[in-house]
C-alpha cells in the first residue's frame, strides 16, 4: 500500500525559505512520477513540481522554476521540496502524491495521480 505524508510546512515571511519533506513507502521510487501540488483557498489546484528518478527528469511550474527544488532520498525514502524566495502567492496547502510511470507523464498535467498524501500548510505572510 501506497502511503505519504507531506511535513515542513509552517510560517514564513516573504523572501524566507522552507523545506518540506514527504515520507514515502509501498513503491518503489523509480517507478513511478512523484509529484508536489499545492491549492491555495479558492483556487484551482496546481502541479508545482514532478521528478522521475528512472529518467533522471524534474518538471517545475512557471510559478516556482528557479526558487523552488525537488529532490529524493531514494535510500530513505524521502521527497523534499527546497522553497526559496517565498512569496505571498505560494501559500497553500501542498501535497505529495504519486502515479505509475506506465501510466504517463499526461497523469501529473491532469492531477489523475495513483495517491495522495495529506497535505501541510505554508503560510508565506509578514
Known amino acids: 500500500e501506497v502511503q505519504l505524508q507531506a511535513s515542513g510546512g509552517g510560517l514564513v515571511q516573504p523572501g524566507g525559505s522552507l523545506r518540506l519533506s514527504c515520507a514515502a513507502s509501498?513503491?518503489?521510487?523509480?517507478?513511478?512520477?512523484i509529484g508536489w501540488f499545492r491549492q491555495a483557498p479558492g483556487k484551482e489546484r496546481e502541479g508545482v513540481s514532478c521528478i522521475s528518478t528512472s529518467a533522471a527528469y524534474t518538471y517545475y511550474s512557471d510559478s516556482v522554476k528557479g526558487r523552488f527544488t525537488m529532490s529524493t532520498d531514494n535510500a530513505k525514502n524521502m521527497v523534499y521540496l527546497q522553497m526559496k524566495s517565498l512569496k505571498p502567492e505560494d501559500t497553500a496547502v501542498y501535497y505529495c502524491?504519486?502515479?505509475?510511470?506506465?501510466?504517463?507523464?499526461?497523469?501529473?498535467?491532469?492531477?489523475?495521480?495513483?495517491?495522495w498524501g495529506k497535505g501541510t500548510q505554508v503560510t508565506v505572510s509578514s
Open positions: 509501498g513503491f518503489t521510487f523509480d517507478d513511478y512520477i
Open positions: 502524491a504519486v502515479v505509475s510511470l506506465d501510466r504517463g507523464w499526461a497523469s501529473f498535467i491532469v492531477h489523475d495521480m495513483d495517491s
